[in-house]
């Protein structure tokens, strides 16, 4: 049986290669739907950029959803100069014709958990968690019936990338961070430890390309325009790939390795709101709320999706 998911995201480019990755996999995953948050750009353009995504698998009949336009307390910070206008910004894609729901994102996260047999949803998280902070606000029942939230988030051994202490991501909304490790669901974390290892080399990106579909165009299309940004900051050989490794871990688990430890989240201080407060030693007595991964085997990472991306149109 599939696993089933959803995927709460703000498309970004590794969003988008995360989104084709798992709609690429329809053996392992049934992607109930995908779920728009305002993160790297505002939420029109993620809604409109989660479509084009949906669209450009082939897989139509996927339902793509618009949740909250911002965080839960402060303004919403934003990331143009990274993914540019758009979110979305290097490929050419064609404006999606498949319709964005209705419904309010964070309901139609409620009301599908609410429905399903408890523990058999996964949530993969690849933005800010103001959605599913405020799906848990609105009904607490949801907590116990989620089967894990997967997240891409935080950083302990590689600090920040937004300021010095803090990952973009939980940076946007911390408040709704805090929510989501307080509530007692169980967790993974793919934080900046591991993607900064899982970088999109020249010779990645090549072998990408070499696929030829309109799919692998367009991922590396996306990783050449948003690379630029992280190559010139850190002066690597890649950029680092971060929200393909949610899906890749529950792909597979093997290519990753970390421990159980607590993980809070900073929301006071000017200087580190934001930080995820990683107990990785265990220095302290406090409850090991987050399976936290620290390691990642990039080879293998890469050997999945240039394997998956080949199944796609």
């Known amino acids: ?72 307390r402060r303004a919403l910070v934003t990331a143009e100069y990274v993914h540019g206008e758009t979110g979305l910004d290097g490929p050419d894609l064609p404006d999606p014709t498949i319709p964005l729901q209705a419904q309010h994102g964070v309901d139609y996260i409620i009301d599908t958990l609410m429905e399903a047999e408890p523990r058999t949803i996964t949530l993969c998280t690849l933005g800010p968690l103001t959605n599913i ?26 600090v920040g990338n937004i300021t010095p202490a803090a990952e973009f991501n939980v940076y946007v909304d911390p408040e709704a961070a805090d929510i989501v490790l307080r509530s007692g669901a169980p967790i993974t974390m793919l934080p900046l430890d591991v993607t900064h290892q899982i970088q999109s080399t020249p010779d990645r990106l090549a072998k990408i390309l070499g696929i030829g579909n309109a799919s692998s165009k367009a991922v590396h299309d996306m990783l050449t325009f948003s690379e630029t940004f992280d190559l010139k900051k850190y002066g690597w050989t890649g950029a680092p790939l971060h929200d393909p490794t949610v899906i890749a871990y529950l792909l597979r688990p093997d290519l990753f390795e970390g421990r159980q430890c607590n993980v809070t989240i900073e929301t006071a201080s000017e200087l580190t709101v934001g930080m995820t407060v990683t107990d990785y030693w265990h220095v302290t007595d406090k409850p090991k709320n987050v399976n936290y991964l620290r390691n990642g085997n990039a080879d293998g990472f890469y050997a999945l999706l240039t394997e998956r991306l080949a199944r796609l149109p």
């Open 133 to 158: 902070a405020m799906a848990i606000i609105k009904q607490p029942a949801i907590v116990e019936r989620i089967a894990e939230i997967v997240m891409m988030g935080g950083a302990y051994f590689e």
């Open 1 to 72: 049986m599939p696993r089933k998911i959803i995927i709460d995201t703000d498309p970004g480019q590794d969003d988008a290669v995360a989104i084709l990755l798992a709609l690429a996999s329809p053996e392992e995953f049934d992607v109930l739907g995908v779920v728009a948050v305002a993160g790297n750009v505002g939420l029109h353009h993620n809604a409109n950029n989660a479509r084009k995504v949906v669209e450009l698998s082939g897989r139509r009949e996927v339902p793509v959803y618009a949740g909250c336009a911002r965080p839960i």
